[in-house]
């Protein structure tokens, strides 16, 4: 042991010093082997180490200037030993690896360094039980360390200790209305949901306004000391562990009906969520899943958010222009969340890889080059057609010859992905060709119109589905000039694009993005074909080796 740790009365932490000084003082109220065991223990040297420890740690925790590079090194170990345990046959120095993360004294100190990077160093005080007469209420007594998280009322406040108060409508007393998961309330356990608050920091707040409680606690500094009545039906708060895919952009920042915009949780259509507490039938807590040691933020439930959508299209129908706009919409669909888990890549069994885009935008010439990259692994389906073969054309090489009386009655089967009628003659891609594919160990490729997404993207066909979209105008234009393309609405395909069906694709590009960007798994736009091939190339290689995010059902 140090001499920094002896101990002698300079190097006594001082909070031990007054607490030994006060057993001094105390001597004559308790029997001598309670006070000299007590006053061994606090000059202990261990003691005196831990706290020496504990002070250092809490110092650093309060320096924003060390801040962690990460603080969920512990969850990242258990993700490089599954990916491990998977290639550990592959080569001695994985296999190393992989017992050398086991040990107890790595992840230890693994756990030991997310501790102190989330600050999670602060004791978590007991409540102080106070004895009362039976007719008293039971108050207890907790403190908390005022931090940069919300607590508020029926209007905004600053960020403080992560709960909301209100309230109550029946008592007029104010109470705690709700607990944010991950918050310093949440992590002390003694604060629960239905507490009555009586005083904060010595101020009885009975006959205050869940605004007034808010000003004294932004005037506060340091620790916060609440009394409370504990409510009848308390208990600890079970995290959930639903994650779901948003269907849409939310910002709390504009939503008049949020409850605290400063408890809000911002996202963007695809952010995969975190779902830790429903039980508010309309304001859900959760965390985005890439920041797994923040602070629950409210986010619309499910139901709150399907009122809001069924009420912004009854008001687009009312006008008949926007119903005539968007006549396409799939309006027995309301996308909000959609519950997701991780799908693991199974050797030898690949998930169809679909490219969506508008016309012309060269999703086709995309997967022909996928195709010829490895022929023998990338395979396309052979569509079916009515239409009379041709000269030069092989049977089943080019196109599938059938009668229409055949396709019709296949079609109205439901064994077509997708289908239509051009000049008079049937097409279609059946969904066998694609199982035929994917049983035969092979990557099948796709290209279809994107009416086809609901079709395809079945627990049975698991597909990862990529929007090639088209870059902006001018990059358009001058990226298809360049490459002298042909115009895919030209039959004699002789011409370029002209610049009304750029417009065109721009816009078909939009209309897609609405209807089904919610769908996508990836977005690649196709400016240079090259690099969007090599980005592609990239993604199959993601798809082949990676867990990626899908359907819950379908993990299932």
């Known amino acids: 042991m140090t001499a920094a740790v002896m101990a002698t009365d300079t190097n006594w932490d001082p909070a031990l010093s007054k607490l030994i000084t006060s057993l001094k003082e105390a001597e ?95 004791p978590h005080l007991p409540e102080i039980p106070i004895e009362m007469d039976e007719d008293e209420k039971t108050i207890k007594i907790v403190q908390l ?33 709700r607990i944010m998961h991950g918050g310093a309330a949440d992590r002390s356990g003694l604060i629960h949901v239905g507490d009555e608050v009586i005083e904060v920091n010595g101020i009885n707040v009975e006959g205050k306004t869940p605004g007034d409680v808010l000003s004294i606690l932004q005037n506060s500094e340091g620790t916060i000391t609440f009394n409370l009545v504990p409510s009848d039906g308390k208990g600890g ?33 695809g952010d995969i969520l975190h779902i830790v507490s429903q039980d508010d039938a309309y304001w859900w807590q959760a965390r ?7 602070r ?5 439930s499910r139901a709150l958010q399907e009122r809001r959508i069924i009420h912004e299209r009854s008001q687009l129908e009312a006008n008949d222009a926007d119903s005539k706009k968007n006549d396409d919409f799939d309006r027995e669909m309301i996308a909000t969340y959609e519950e997701v888990a991780k799908l693991y890549p199974r050797p030898g069994v690949y998930r169809p890889v679909v490219l969506i885009g508008a016309p012309g935008v060269g999703r086709n010439e995309l997967r022909r080059r996928l195709v ?23 049977a089943g090489r080019e196109y599938i010859f059938v009668a229409r009386e055949k396709m019709e009655v296949d079609i109205a089967a439901g064994k077509f992905i997708e289908h239509g009628e051009y000049k008079g003659q049937l097409y279609g891609t059946s969904g066998e060709s694609v199982k035929s594919i994917v049983n035969a160990g092979c990557v099948c490729v796709l290209s279809p119109h994107y009416q086809a997404i609901k079709a395809l993207r079945t627990v049975q066909t698991k597909p990862f589905i990529i929007h090639i979209k088209p870059p902006e105008f001018d990059v358009l234009k001058k990226t298809r000039t360049e490459a002298r393309a ?30 089904y960007g919610h769908f996508f798994d990836e977005v690649i736009v196709n400016g240079e074909l090259l690099t969007a091939f090599e980005q592609l190339m990239n993604t199959v ?8 995010w899908a359907p819950a059902a379908w993990v299932q």
């Open 28 to 122: 004559n109220l308790s029997n001598d082997q309670e006070i000299d065991f007590l006053k061994a223990l606090l000059e202990s040297k261990e003691l005196n180490a831990l706290v020496n420890v504990h002070t250092k740690v809490a110092k650093v925790g309060r320096d924003d200037r060390l801040a962690p590079v990460l603080s969920t090194s512990g969850q990242i170990l258990y993700e490089v030993l599954e990916q491990l345990s998977q290639r550990c046959h592959l080569n001695e120095e994985c296999k190393d690896a992989f017992h050398l993360l086991q040990e107890p004294h790595l992840q230890s100190l693994l756990y030991a360094h997310d501790a102190i990077a989330q600050k999670d160093f602060y």
């Open 145 to 177: 360390v005022k931090s940069n998280e919300p607590l508020s009322g029926a209007q905004s406040a600053e960020p403080i200790v992560g709960a909301t108060i209100k309230t109550d409508e029946e008592t007029g007393k104010i109470i705690i209305a």
């Open 237 to 269: 708060q079970r995290e959930s562990k639903v994650r779901v895919r948003a269907h849409f952009d939310y910002n709390p920042e504009t939503d008049p009906y949020i409850p605290c915009k400063e408890a809000g949780l911002a996202f963007q259509r």
């Open 288 to 294: 985005k899943e890439s920041e797994r040691t923040a």
């Open 296 to 300: 629950a933020g409210l986010i619309p």
């Open 372 to 394: 010829a990259r490895d022929p023998e692994k990338f395979r396309s389906p052979v569509p079916y057609t009515t239409r009379p073969i041709r000269t030069g054309e092989v």
């Open 486 to 515: 042909k115009s895919t609405f030209d039959e004699s395909n002789a011409r370029g694009f002209t610049d009304e069906e750029y417009n065109d694709m721009l816009k078909s590009a939009e209309r897609i993005d609405f209807l």
């Open 541 to 548: 290689q993601r798809i082949e080796n990676e867990p990626l």
